[in-house]
């Protein structure tokens, strides 16, 4: 019997080692919650990666600083981001209860935009949401 192999391409991005079918793609196809700031947070990257802008606008948290209530600008300008954007590692660095700091390794315009970022997440409910960031 032989075994599959997963396709390289049918990898979540967020790095889980898991088909994008059974990590992120619950998430931003409704059928599931992120249960923790991590998972949330690599669902909002794989959201960025697979153009998922209506989860990365519905998983912010309306009292963050990066709210936005033009939600059509906010969506164009997220659309944008993503689309120029070549996304290309994720590595979480460490959890704790309610942050993620993580590096993101990204090109744009053949420019490195690699970054270091703490997040900030918020629960409400059950429900996990992106408050705020600060880069290193």
Not at 57 to 75: K, S, V
Not at 110 to 126: H, K, L, P, V, W
Request: with cysteine; hydrophobic share 30%; proline share 2%.
């Amino acid at each position: 019997m032989k075994m599959k192999k997963k396709k390289r391409s049918n990898l979540c991005p967020c790095q889980s080692s898991l088909t994008y079918a059974k990590c992120c793609k619950q998430f931003h196809s409704g059928k599931a919650e992120a249960d923790s700031p991590e998972a949330l947070m690599r669902s909002r990257y794989s959201a960025y990666v697979k153009g998922e802008i209506d989860y990365l606008i519905n998983t912010t948290d309306m009292n963050g600083p990066l709210w936005r209530n033009d939600r059509d600008e906010w969506f164009e300008e997220l659309s944008l981001f993503s689309r120029e954007t070549h996304f290309q590692g994720l590595e979480i660095l460490d959890v704790s209860s309610h942050y993620v700091r993580f590096e993101a390794t990204l090109e744009i315009d053949g420019n490195d935009a690699s970054f270091i970022e703490t997040s900030r997440f918020t629960e409400e409910g059950e429900k996990w949401f992106y408050h705020s960031a600060e880069f290193e």
